[in-house]
């Protein structure tokens, strides 16, 4: 939906009638990174403070854990519940959000990837990132599980559309195939990979960790390594899940139930390692809001927008009828639905 008509929309409370309409379904919000001016690539500190500030006036803000043992109890949830939620665990999210949730006295889950806090890894995903924006490489072509691909680096843009497609042929991969094409793609970028991740790509520390954990912050799991947990061995599932709790455990001195699935990927083996790792409840990636119905161990959450009239409308529940009735359409008309 163009912005313009958006903006109009929001102020004159078009969206009012769906979020009182949802109200008895719980919003979780997700983010990822942080910035403090306008980038277009993340959440601006400016921004942020704009959707807390909607947040507290239109909602309740809790725990993920608050909204996690209502769905647990199969009961009617309270109305206007949101949770907040970040992932990954960069070190924006101590400098720029943390800053900001604490100013507005609002609780959060950090959901962190241990060996990328304890210095042993990077974000594979910002490894293409870095590559496509640090390459002097214009232009190549690559063949991915037997998919040819032509790629242009000639701008800022450009680059970064170029990591993302690339991200996403390489999700499809299994995790050690994942790992050789990497290796390939730097090589024929002409480009090395630093064993740490360089200094826009850093994690918080753990005692920055250990600070917003005792400040309201919960810090979570998002695995040891953050691979698609659906394209690992069944030992290395049960490693990325207990050894990334356990060591959360060993650091933060009390026990870790949240859970947050990287890329959002799942199946039934995934769910069942999940739970037997101890986990109670756990995030995916799939939008929507969460009722009694939910399946704790793969709640839905909202990918929070780039600026206030988008939130407005994804959080009221706006977004999410309208890709309903588009899909209900497209079934009637026999119209591919994507």
Same mark, same amino acid.
């Given at each position: 939906?163009?912005?313009?008509?958006?903006?109009?929309? =929001?102020?004159?409370?078009?969206?009012?009638?769906? /979020?009182?309409?949802?109200?008895?379904?719980?919003?979780?919000?997700?983010?990822?990174?942080?910035?403090?001016?306008?980038?277009?690539?993340?959440?601006?500190?400016?921004?942020?403070?704009?959707?807390?500030?909607?947040?507290?006036?239109?909602?309740?803000?809790?725990?993920?854990?608050?909204?996690?043992?209502?769905?647990?109890?199969?009961?009617?949830?309270?109305?206007?519940?949101?949770?907040?939620?970040?992932?990954?665990? #960069?070190?924006?999210?101590?400098?720029?959000?943390?800053?900001?949730?604490?100013?507005?006295?609002?609780?959060?889950?950090?959901?962190?990837?241990?060996? #990328?806090?304890?210095?042993?890894?990077?974000?594979?995903?910002?490894?293409?990132? #870095?590559?496509?924006?640090?390459?002097?490489?214009?232009?190549?072509?690559?063949?991915?599980?037997?998919?040819?691909?032509?790629?242009?680096?000639?701008?800022?843009?450009?680059?970064?559309?170029?990591?993302?497609?690339?991200?996403?042929?390489?999700?499809?991969?299994?995790?050690?195939?994942?790992?050789?094409?990497?290796?390939?793609?730097?090589?024929?970028?002409?480009?090395?990979?630093?064993?740490?991740?360089?200094?826009?790509?850093?994690?918080?520390?753990?005692?920055?960790? /250990?600070?917003?954990?005792?400040?309201?912050?919960?810090?979570?799991?998002?695995?040891?390594?953050?691979?698609?947990?659906?394209?690992?061995?069944?030992?290395?599932?049960?490693?990325?899940?207990?050894?990334?709790?356990?060591? $959360?455990?060993?650091?933060?001195?009390?026990?870790?139930?949240?859970?947050?699935?990287?890329?959002?990927?799942?199946?039934?083996?995934?769910?069942?390692?999940?739970?037997?790792?101890?986990?109670?409840?756990?995030?995916?990636?799939?939008?929507?809001?969460?009722?009694?119905?939910?399946?704790?161990?793969?709640?839905? /959450?909202?990918?929070?927008?780039?600026? $206030?009239?988008?939130?407005?409308?994804?959080?009221?529940? #706006?977004?999410? =009828?309208?890709?309903?009735?588009?899909?209900?359409?497209?079934?009637?008309?026999?119209?591919?639905?994507?």
């Amino acid at each position: 939906m163009k912005r313009a008509v958006l903006n109009l929309m =929001m102020r004159t409370n078009a969206f009012a009638p769906f /979020r009182r309409a949802n109200r008895g379904k719980a919003l979780v919000l997700m983010y990822h990174r942080f910035s403090l001016e306008e980038d277009g690539a993340a959440t601006s500190a400016r921004t942020f403070n704009e959707q807390l500030e909607y947040l507290k006036s239109h909602y309740t803000i809790v725990p993920l854990a608050k909204i996690a043992e209502h769905v647990r109890d199969g009961a009617n949830l309270p109305p206007g519940l949101a949770a907040i939620t970040i992932d990954d665990g #960069f070190d924006d999210a101590y400098e720029i959000a943390f800053p900001l949730l604490r100013q507005h006295g609002a609780p959060a889950t950090l959901f962190v990837i241990t060996d #990328f806090l304890d210095r042993k890894a990077w974000m594979w995903t910002d490894k293409m990132r #870095f590559l496509t924006s640090r390459t002097e490489v214009e232009e190549f072509e690559l063949t991915i599980d037997g998919r040819q691909r032509r790629f242009e680096l000639r701008g800022k843009w450009s680059r970064l559309d170029a990591a993302t497609r690339l991200n996403e042929m390489l999700k499809k991969l299994p995790d050690e195939e994942k790992e050789e094409e990497i290796k390939r793609i730097a090589s024929i970028l002409g480009m090395k990979l630093p064993d740490l991740p360089p200094l826009e790509y850093s994690p918080v520390t753990w005692e920055q960790a /250990r600070e917003m954990d005792g400040a309201g912050i919960e810090i979570a799991s998002h695995t040891l390594t953050h691979p698609i947990l659906t394209n690992v061995s069944d030992e290395r599932l049960r490693r990325e899940l207990t050894g990334s709790r356990s060591r $959360l455990e060993e650091e933060l001195g009390h026990e870790v139930r949240s859970f947050c699935y990287p890329n959002g990927n799942l199946d039934e083996r995934v769910l069942g390692a999940t739970s037997a790792a101890g986990y109670d409840h756990a995030v995916a990636t799939l939008p929507g809001l969460n009722d009694e119905r939910s399946d704790p161990l793969a709640l839905k /959450r909202i990918s929070a927008a780039a600026d $206030l009239a988008h939130f407005v409308q994804s959080t009221s529940g #706006f977004e999410q =009828m309208k890709n309903r009735l588009r899909g209900s359409r497209a079934e009637v008309l026999g119209e591919p639905v994507y």
